[in-house]
Nanobody
């Protein structure tokens, strides 16, 4: 069974940058699509970004496009979310997630993902 562990969350000021990491273990990931969601205090789980493991094709939510970058490290089975120009509205618990296929299309919902990490808190102060 695949396990996902996020890290890198923290407290930052508006305009700062932060990088989240997600380590995948417990199985092969070469044919998977991985991504990031975020959960607000209103319990809304919002799509952020996805990347397919093989070719590195990416998709982003409109709210983060141009500011966030998702990437992966094939050697170490890691996926990252580089967040630049952070805004207070980016504050949320960020979750790493995985789908066991490569042909993912947007829009995509949280219930389509097969595995989830524990989440890491990102708080952006104004």
């Amino acid at each position: 069974q695949v396990q996902l562990v996020e890290s890198g969350g923290g407290l930052v000021q508006a305009g700062d940058s932060l990088t989240l990491s997600c380590a995948a273990s417990g199985g092969p990931v070469s044919t998977y699509t991985m991504g990031w969601f975020r959960q607000t205090p209103k319990k809304e789980r919002e799509f952020v970004a996805v990347i397919d493991w093989d070719e590195g094709h990416t998709h982003y939510a409109d709210a983060v496009k141009g500011r966030f970058t998702i990437s992966r490290d094939n050697t170490n089975a890691m996926v990252y979310l580089q967040m630049n120009s952070l805004k207070p509205e980016d504050t949320a618990v960020y979750y790493c997630a995985l789908i066991r296929r490569l042909d993912v299309t947007i829009p995509i919902t949280a219930n389509e993902f097969d595995y989830w990490g524990q989440g890491t808190q990102v708080t952006v102060s104004s």
